[in-house]
């Protein structure tokens, strides 16, 4: 399940993890957004104890999307320990999510 962070929760669950975790930058009014949310969700079952998975909109939290220089939605960023260690802007397969995810995970 891809549960949803704001801005407070960011350092905790994302930063401070040792896990790999993936962030779906996104935002409801977006078309493509709304296209890869089931894949996001997919992807947080399918995974669940690998690699954590949340979702954040950048309108409520635009803190961290300015941060993370997030200038269009979707973007998709994997981090490792903490760091980023892959951003992917735009729609992308579930395939693609998953491969770096499994890459990552190693």
């Given at each position: 399940?891809?549960?949803e962070?704001?801005?407070?929760?960011?350092?905790?669950?994302?930063?401070?993890s040792?896990?790999i975790?993936?962030?779906?930058?996104?935002?409801t009014?977006?078309?493509?957004?709304?296209?890869?949310?089931p894949i996001?969700?997919?992807?947080g079952?399918?995974?669940e104890?690998?690699v954590?998975?949340f979702?954040?909109?950048?309108?409520?939290?635009?803190?961290?999307?300015?941060?993370?220089q997030?200038?269009a939605?979707?973007?998709?960023?994997?981090?490792?320990?903490?760091e980023?260690?892959?951003?992917?802007?735009g729609?992308?397969?579930k395939n693609?999510?998953?491969?770096?995810?499994?890459?990552?995970?190693?």
């Amino acid at each position: 399940m891809a549960r949803e962070l704001n801005s407070n929760e960011f350092q905790n669950e994302v930063l401070n993890s040792k896990d790999i975790v993936l962030v779906d930058f996104s935002a409801t009014w977006c078309g493509p957004c709304k296209m890869l949310a089931p894949i996001v969700e997919e992807l947080g079952k399918e995974m669940e104890g690998k690699v954590k998975v949340f979702k954040l909109d950048v309108d409520k939290s635009g803190d961290i999307a300015q941060k993370y220089q997030v200038m269009a939605v979707p973007t998709v960023i994997i981090f490792k320990n903490g760091e980023v260690a892959e951003k992917m802007v735009g729609f992308q397969p579930k395939n693609v999510l998953k491969d770096k995810l499994e890459y990552f995970s190693k």
